[in-house]
C-alpha cells in the first residue's frame, strides 16, 4: 500500500490505510517523474490565534487538458469536468483543470501527501465536478433562522418543489424533463419516448419511476437550481479573486439528456455553507463577480487565495 512508517497516532495510521480502500474509479497510469508530476509549495496567508499560517490551497492540485481529456474517455463521460477528487498513491484532494499547465500533467501541493507509495501510478477518481441539486436540512434551517431568516421563506421553497414535483405526475413534458435530469441518457432519452407517443405520465413502468422519484423528493425538499446548487470548493490559481469575492459557473441544465449545455455565470452576492454545516460560522456571504480567466471552470466555486 505505501510506506507508513513516519505516522505515528494511531488514529491517523488507520485513516491513510483507510484511504487505499476509498471508493474509487481507476482512470489512466501516470509516471511518478518530473516530467509528469509535480509538486508545489503550499499558498498560505494570515494567521489564526496561534499565530499558524492559513493553507488556501489546502488539498487542491492542478491538472493539464491533455490528461483531463485521457481521464474523461475512461469515466466515459459526455462532457469535460473542471474538478476532479482523486487518490493517485499516497495522494488525495481536488485536481483543478488549467489550461496553462503545458509542460507537465499534474501539479500537486505538499499538502496532497499523505504518505509515499511509489509503485501505485494509475490515477483513480472518487468524484467529479457536475450539475447537483441542493437539498434543504435542519442544520441548516435552524442556523439561518438564528440570523433572522424567516420561516415563510423556507416554506416558500417546499411549497415551489411541491408544486413542481406534482407537475411530473400529470404533465408529459415535466416529466420527461425530470426523468432526464435523474437518469444517465445511455439508459433513456425521455424527450425522445415521449416525442414518438410514450406517456410516461400513464405507462405502467415510467409512472412507477415517476411515482418512487416523487416519494423519495417528498422527503428530501431540494432548493429551484436556479436558487441553489452542491458544488465542489476549488482554488483561484489566478490570483484575481478578492478577499471575500468567488466566482460561480454552473450548468443551466440539470439534465444528462442535454450534450450541449449553456451555463449562467453568477455576479450577485451569495449565500456559501459547507456540508456538514454546524455552526454560524460554517455559513458565510460573498460577492459572485466574473473572471474571464476562469471561465473554464464550471460547476465548481472558486475561493480566493487572499486572507
Not at 488556501?56 to 463521460?77: E, N, P, Q, T, Y
Not at 477528487?85 to 500533467?105: A, E, F, H, N, S
Not at 507509495?117 to 436540512?137: D, F
Request: proline share 4%; aromatic share 8%.
Amino acid at each position: 500500500m505505501g510506506d507508513f512508517s513516519h505516522i505515528h497516532s494511531v488514529p491517523k495510521y488507520m485513516a491513510r490505510m483507510g484511504q487505499c480502500f476509498s471508493q474509487t474509479e481507476d482512470t489512466v497510469s501516470v509516471p511518478l517523474d518530473q516530467r509528469h508530476v509535480k509538486t508545489e509549495n503550499d499558498i498560505e496567508g494570515g494567521s489564526d490565534i496561534d499565530g499558524k499560517k492559513y493553507c488556501f490551497s489546502d488539498g487542491v492540485g492542478k491538472i493539464s487538458v491533455s490528461l483531463a481529456k485521457r481521464v474523461h474517455d475512461a469515466l466515459g463521460h459526455d462532457k469535460l469536468c473542471s474538478a476532479f477528487q482523486i487518490r493517485y498513491g499516497g495522494y488525495k484532494g481536488m485536481l483543478v483543470i488549467d489550461p496553462t499547465l503545458q509542460d507537465t500533467d499534474i501539479v500537486f501541493r505538499n499538502s496532497m501527501k499523505k504518505f509515499d507509495s511509489p509503485e501505485n501510478i494509475r490515477l483513480e477518481i472518487a468524484k467529479t465536478s457536475a450539475p447537483i441539486s441542493l437539498q434543504l436540512n435542519r442544520p441548516f434551517i435552524s442556523i439561518l433562522n438564528d440570523m433572522g431568516v424567516r420561516h415563510r421563506t423556507f416554506m416558500k421553497l417546499q411549497e415551489d418543489m411541491l408544486r413542481t414535483l406534482t407537475s411530473i405526475l400529470y404533465d408529459e413534458q415535466e416529466a420527461a424533463r425530470f426523468l432526464d435530469s435523474k437518469t444517465p441518457n445511455q439508459i433513456f432519452n425521455y424527450k425522445d419516448l415521449s416525442d414518438s407517443g410514450i406517456f410516461l405520465t400513464t405507462e405502467p413502468f415510467f409512472r412507477s419511476l415517476l411515482l418512487a422519484l416523487h416519494r423519495h423528493h417528498v422527503a428530501n425538499i431540494a432548493i429551484d437550481p436556479s436558487k441553489g446548487r452542491n458544488m465542489l470548493g476549488v482554488l483561484d490559481e489566478t490570483g484575481l479573486l478578492n478577499q471575500n469575492e468567488v466566482f460561480v459557473q454552473y450548468t443551466k441544465d440539470l439534465s444528462y439528456g442535454e450534450t450541449t449545455r449553456d451555463t449562467v455565470i453568477l455576479k450577485r452576492e451569495v449565500l456559501v455553507t459547507k456540508n456538514p454545516c454546524l455552526f454560524p460560522g460554517d455559513v458565510r456571504k460573498f460577492w459572485a463577480v466574473d473572471i474571464p480567466d476562469l471561465h473554464h471552470i464550471v460547476d465548481c466555486i472558486v475561493f480566493p487565495q487572499r486572507f
